[in-house]
C-alpha cells in the first residue's frame, strides 16, 4: 500500500486548505484512514479519522467544528481528503496520512495503530 499526500502550502489565519491523501496498491481497499501531524520540536498527534465501513469520523478536539475528512465517492480514486477551515497559526505542522486495515474504535487516535505512512505535506500557517 502506498499513500501520496499532498495539498499543503501557506495560508494566512482564517483561510481554508484541502488536503488529498491517494491511496494505490494491492491491499487499498478497505483501509481505516487517519491524519496525524508534526509541528517543530513537538510529538506527532492525531487529527482526524475515517472508518471505512461505515464512514464513521473522529477528531482531535482541537480541530472539531473546523476540519472535515471524507472520502471520495468515485470509488476507482481511492482518496480521501481533510477539508480544513478556520486555520490557526497552531494548525501549522507536516501532515501525514496513514491507513491500515480494521482499526478498533478505541485506537484511531493512535498513530501505532496505523501500519502505511504517507509522506508528509507541510501546512504553514501565518498570523
Known amino acids: 500500500v502506498q499513500l501520496q499526500a499532498s495539498g499543503g502550502g501557506e495560508v494566512q489565519a482564517g483561510g481554508s486548505l484541502r488536503l488529498s491523501c491517494v491511496v494505490s496498491?494491492?491491499?487499498?481497499?478497505?483501509?481505516?484512514m487517519g491524519w496525524f501531524r508534526q509541528a517543530p520540536g513537538k510529538e506527532r498527534e492525531f487529527v482526524a479519522a475515517?472508518?471505512?465501513?461505515?464512514?464513521?469520523?473522529?477528531?482531535s478536539d482541537s480541530v472539531k467544528g473546523r476540519f472535515t475528512l471524507s472520502r471520495d465517492r468515485d470509488s476507482a480514486k481511492n482518496t480521501v481528503y481533510l477539508q480544513m477551515n478556520s486555520l490557526k497559526p497552531e494548525d501549522t505542522a507536516v501532515y501525514y496520512c496513514?491507513?491500515?486495515?480494521?482499526?478498533?474504535?478505541?485506537?484511531?487516535?493512535?498513530?501505532?495503530?496505523?501500519?502505511?505512512w504517507g509522506q508528509g505535506t507541510l501546512v504553514t500557517v501565518s498570523s
Open positions: 496513514a491507513a491500515n486495515q480494521r482499526i478498533i474504535i478505541s485506537a484511531y487516535r493512535q498513530a501505532s495503530s496505523y501500519n502505511y
Open positions: 496498491g494491492r491491499a487499498s481497499s478497505r483501509l481505516d
Open positions: 475515517l472508518r471505512w465501513s461505515g464512514g464513521t469520523t473522529f477528531y
